[in-house]
């Protein structure tokens, strides 16, 4: 199975799941999501998911995760990634 295959099958269940009230929750799904589209190289679609994620009340563990990230996929967009 192909990895746009993987994305096709996987996100739609993801983004299915996400509460719409900011939960700490919430946020470490946008983070699931962001790393499997990191992984499958699609940075654009990693930042973008990033961005709408909703505001954190996370522990400092999960915002630095974030924060890699979005490093990482930004790093990525510039042929600096994987």
Known sequence: ????????????????????DGQPQAA????SQAKVLYQAMEYERCLSRLDKAPPRAAPKEVEGQFELYAALCNAGRFGLGP
């Open 28 to 31: 470490q799904i946008y983070l």
């Open 1 to 20: 199975m192909t990895t746009l295959a993987v994305l096709a099958t996987v996100l739609p269940f993801l983004s299915f799941a996400a509460p719409k």
